[in-house]
């Protein structure tokens, strides 16, 4: 079975990094990397303290922390039925470590190998407004073969709750690899 990777790093927004876990694990093996700072975030913005997150988690989910450096996700020999990678969300300091090639930590390493081994990465970032350095990562990391999407919702669906705003972007995250989903209602989806 194909498998995804998907990383949670500390930037606001933890919530899209639960719901995409979620959407994808009934269909595809997941292994998931949480660094520290998602912790301290998902604790702040969401009440979920590091022992309920399991709670979130679908039970079929491999979880890995971001001082794991030898787990086997770590490897690209193990990345051979790994469909894709998401970093959701993605900080501004991930970003700046991958597109300058640093890996000093699981969430980093993972990323490096997905690029490495040619596989679909794609970081979903969570900040605002970009300085030039920002965007200049952003170019670097597009450059060597990755995906930049910004967590920005529309709008055109006529939202009306908080789970409809996450699930209009983790839609469009799907829709990067080709997944059916049923999150969002598309642009003028009901006019044919």
């Known amino acids: 079975m194909e498998r995804f990777i998907v990383c949670i790093t500390g930037a606001s927004g933890s919530i ?7 959407e994808i694990s009934s269909r595809f093996n997941v292994s998931l990397v949480v660094s ?17 997150f399991r709670e979130k988690i679908p039970d079929n989910v491999e979880i890995f922390y971001e001082d794991q450096i030898d787990a086997p996700v770590a490897s690209g020999s193990r ?10 969300p993605c900080s501004m300091g991930t970003l700046g470590a991958v597109a300058n090639g640093v890996s000093s930590n699981l969430v980093h390493r ?10 679909k990465v794609c ?3 969570r900040e605002m407004p970009y300085s030039l350095i920002h965007i200049e990562n952003m170019r670097k990391f597009t450059l060597a073969g990755g995906i930049i999407m910004p967590a ?32 969002y209602e598309r642009w003028r989806e009901n006019e044919d």
């Open 110 to 119: 993972v990323v490096d190998v997905a690029l490495k081994e040619r596989k």
């Open 79 to 88: 990345f051979s039925n790994v469909r894709g990678v998401v970093v959701a």
């Open 36 to 52: 520290e700072g998602a912790y301290t975030v998902m604790e702040k913005e969401l009440g979920i303290s590091r022992e309920d």
């Open 152 to 183: 920005s919702p529309g709008f055109y669906h006529r939202p009306e709750t908080l789970e409809d705003l996450v699930n209009f972007v983790v839609g469009k995250l799907l829709d990067l690899f080709d997944i059916e989903h049923y999150l």
């Open 123 to 125: 970081l979903l970032v």
């Open 16 to 22: 899209y990094g639960i719901k995409t876990v979620q």
